[in-house]
């Protein structure tokens, strides 16, 4: 059986380069998620591609472009171009259009990678000038769309993708790929466990391979099991000339079991994945088992009566996606006794329910089984991370908690502290002012009460004087020089006897002219300054300055206070009189006799005329 060499007949300007960040393998599912829209994904492939654009955009200026799809336009293509442009900052231009048409592994599926042809595509906008285009897409397969796209921007168009395979070979495009983040070369031994991997998730059992040949048997005679399939297009081994025309499970030996062996063109011929060591081989080899068993979604092919749906999980039928929602016994009309089926949601969210025997033969495509384990383990791991995680931001937080709340505590405490100091503090303030209070109180009582003794005391030594004057003057005792009756001076003010006789005493006593006297602060306003080192009488004044109601001995008020009452309100009240000294001085204890010259003068003839 010879392979195919497919030309298409189109004449190609140019060469298109292509940059990929991996075969199509790694990427797969991410890149089956990248098809569904999942934005989480798109990020992902976003930062993988981002990383791929600054090594091959070489200096120039570009625009992103994103790859319109069946639907006619860009759908999630745009966002995946969108994302790169926030990373890169480069403009992106929704420049393509074509019609629509259906999807191309929908195509494939029907007419087989043969029928695949490019197509007309328009673009609705220009590339500004001074700039290239660097397409985006998600896959490169067959290099259908990617060619199309190519003949509409023209020769200088790059194309960037999250993976790439290498079935554009079947046709003679003109295509350059590079995966510039390839980090190593795959061994012959990488390349044989990859094979081996993808026959695996082709012939399994319920999505477990099996050693057990007695088990094998009865899946075979159930019905229930593929242990064979053959590819769509032969490989040839040029070492041997021979053609690898399949896959199956078979019984080797005794030692071996059951293993995986590759058919050759001779149905009788077999050989195991490692007896294969022609690198190109095993790597024609593993694009033949993606072209023949996987769709573009990177799922692989089975069918719907072996296959052991799990809820949640999801495959393609028919050219739609489907998600399992349910599964068990179900009744219809055809089938009023129950039979085994699933209930599923579409891609466009239409529900449906699907019987087992009535699809049982109908080919699906499922997540290959190292996919689903290794994710499994993966989930696996996450979870006990998580919970791990979980438990630990648990004690930090209970251990932040606890901070927290001592933190708390201590600047309670502190608070409690300073308002203990702030009350000791005010307590100590007012109890200090207190004490001054008491302290001036006391000094002003002090005070009154050394004027009142040296008042007092002062009057008593003007009478004692005078007796004992008396005694060398056959018992005059006052006013031997028959002087005016004390006056104050200026003023008609009417003195008492008493206060009359302390200031004749006084003037007695020190021998002055006249019995004229004045106020330290009436001296002072006439400008006649009392002359330092002399010292006043004391008068007797009784004061009443404070007025008690007569019913409520704590309602006291001043004099202005008592007066500003009604004369009906004034009986209601007493007044209470208390005892003060006034100091009067003689006006020859002043200046007066200077500044007021004249007016003394007529005082001291006055009193001798009189006298005489």
């Not at 007419?111 to 595509?121: E, K, Q, R, S, V």
């Not at 002399?534 to 007569?550: A, F, H, I, Q, T």
């Amino acid at each position: 059986m010879a392979t195919k060499d497919n030309i298409v007949d189109v004449d190609w300007t140019g060469r298109l380069r292509v940059y990929s960040t991996s075969d199509y393998l790694p990427v797969r599912q991410l890149a089956h998620r990248v098809k569904q829209g999942d934005v989480e994904s798109i990020k992902e492939a976003a930062r993988k591609m981002t990383n791929l654009l600054w090594k091959m955009t070489d200096g120039k200026d570009f625009v992103l472009v994103p790859m319109p799809g069946h639907t006619g336009k860009a759908e999630y293509t745009e966002m995946l171009a969108s994302f790169i442009s926030q990373e890169t900052g480069l403009e992106v231009i929704d420049a393509l259009r074509n019609e629509q048409h259906e999807a191309l592994y929908g195509e494939k599926a029907k007419n087989g990678i043969d029928g695949l042809t490019p197509f007309p595509m328009t673009k609705i906008r220009n590339i500004p000038e001074g700039k290239e285009a660097i397409l985006i897409d998600n896959v490169l397969d067959t290099g259908t769309t990617a060619m199309s796209a190519f003949r509409a921007l023209g020769e200088n168009t790059r194309l960037a993708v999250l993976g790439s395979t290498v079935n554009y070979r079947h046709y003679n495009y003109p295509i350059d790929v590079t995966i510039p983040e390839k980090v190593k070369e795959e061994t012959i031994e990488d390349l044989k466990a990859e094979l081996k991997t993808a026959v695996n998730d082709v012939l399994h059992i319920d999505g477990h391979p099996s050693d057990d040949y007695q088990e094998m048997v009865k899946r075979i005679r159930e019905g229930d099991k593929t242990l064979y399939g053959m590819f769509k297009d032969s490989v040839k081994s040029e070492k041997s000339g021979s053609y690898y025309v399949g896959i199956g499970l078979e019984q080797w030996d005794k030692e071996n079991g059951i293993i995986p062996v590759l058919y050759l063109d001779d149905i009788n011929a077999m050989s195991t994945v490692k007896d294969v060591e022609d690198e190109s081989v095993l790597r024609s080899l593993i694009d033949e088992m993606h072209h023949s068993f996987y769709n573009e979604k990177g799922n692989v092919i089975s069918s719907f009566r072996r296959h052991n749906f799990q809820k949640g999980e999801t495959f393609q039928m028919d050219g739609m996606t489907h998600t399992v929602k349910a599964r068990g016994k179900y009744i219809t009309l055809r089938n009023p006794f129950g039979a085994d089926g699933i209930k599923t949601t579409d891609e466009q969210g239409r529900n449906h329910l699907l019987l087992i025997k009535e699809n049982k033969g109908k080919a699906i495509y499922v997540t290959p089984y190292s996919i689903e384990h290794k994710e499994n383990e993966v989930n696996k791991t996450n979870k006990k991370d998580t919970e791990t995680m979980e438990s630990n931001k648990d004690e930090q937080k209970q251990e932040q908690q606890n901070k927290e709340k001592q933190q708390q505590e201590k600047l309670q405490q502190q608070k409690k502290q300073e308002q203990q100091k702030e009350e000791e503090k005010k307590a100590k303030e007012k109890e200090d002012k207190k004490k001054e209070q008491e302290k001036k109180d006391k000094e002003k009582n002090k005070d009154k009460e050394g004027i009142k003794v040296a008042g007092a005391v002062a009057q008593g030594l003007l009478f004692i004087t005078a007796l004992e004057a008396a005694k060398d003057m056959d018992g005059l005792w006052l006013n031997k020089d028959k002087k005016l009756s004390p006056k104050i001076y200026g003023e008609d003010t009417t003195l008492t006897p008493y206060n009359n006789l302390l200031l004749s005493l006084h003037s007695d006593g020190k021998g002055y002219p006249t019995n004229q006297y004045i106020s330290f602060k009436k001296a002072e306003d006439r400008g006649a300054a009392i002359m330092q080192g002399e010292e006043g009488v004391p008068l007797s004044y009784v004061k009443w300055d404070k007025y008690v109601n007569r019913y409520d001995k704590d309602e006291v008020k001043s004099r202005a206070d008592y007066m500003s009452l009604k004369d009906e309100d004034k009986a209601n009240y007493k007044g209470v009189p208390s005892k003060e000294y006034r100091y009067l001085f003689n006006i020859d204890q002043t200046i007066i006799p200077v500044t007021d010259k004249e007016n003394y003068e007529a005082l001291i003839i006055e009193r001798h005329i009189i006298r005489t």
